[in-house]
């Protein structure tokens, strides 16, 4: 079964609309790795339309060109790419494809396609939280910028129910910048009030 790993961009206050407005001061080569790992580990990228838009918007001109990041740029045209609409797609970007049917049985078909190779999602907001709801995420890499940006959508906002999650790894950039991955914990712990206090500290008195 293949592997869906999903990247985002946050601030320490949940917001994750308009990353380039606020992240680029904390990009180093680490961040770089971070970004990069995700994508040497997949060969195809489920996107959302947005976020596809922004892509195909930027990147093609920016193999193009030839600069520092044209092998990144180069890496993402030569991908699978995937696209998530409600509405009927043209593509003028190499290897880039739509989505056809329901959402979660796609990608569950996706999942059981014989490859090696993950497949990444960057961005994509709603994408990530339905495929975390139904179970089909199996990475969650949050990298946690330093800074509070005050407005913008978060990451976790208007859910019917908590959503548990559990840590696998984490690091912190000398930025400051903390990455989190996480997986859905379907163990999650229960417990109340009561099972908490036990583990107050007692009075010695």
Do not use: C
């Not at 995937?82 to 880039?96: D, G, Y």
């Not at 490859?115 to 495929?131: K, Q």
């Amino acid at each position: 079964m293949r592997k869906i790993t999903a990247g985002l961009f946050i601030s320490l206050d949940g917001v994750v609309e308009n990353p380039q407005d606020w992240h680029f001061p904390y990009f180093n080569e680490q961040m770089g790795e971070a970004v990069d790992a995700q994508m040497r580990s997949a060969d195809t990228l489920l996107l959302g339309r947005r976020t596809y838009d922004s892509f195909a918007g930027a990147w093609p001109d920016r193999e193009k060109a030839g600069a520092e990041d044209a092998a990144f740029a180069k890496k993402l045209g030569d991908a699978r790419k995937i696209v998530v609409s409600t509405r009927e797609l043209e593509f003028a970007w190499r290897n880039s494809e739509q989505l056809k049917g329901d959402l979660i049985e796609a990608v569950t078909a996706l999942k059981d396609e014989p490859s090696t190779s993950g497949i990444a999602i960057s961005g994509s907001v709603s994408l990530v939280r339905r495929l975390l709801a139904a179970g089909l995420l199996d990475e969650l890499h949050l990298l946690v910028h330093p800074i509070a940006v005050g407005t913008g959508m978060r990451l976790f906002e208007d859910m019917d129910a908590p959503l548990p999650l559990t840590l696998i790894s984490s690091e912190t950039f000398t930025t400051g910048v903390v990455h989190l991955v996480y997986r859905r914990d379907e163990g999650a712990p229960t417990g109340d009030y009561a099972k908490a206090r036990e583990s107050l500290p007692q009075s010695a008195g």
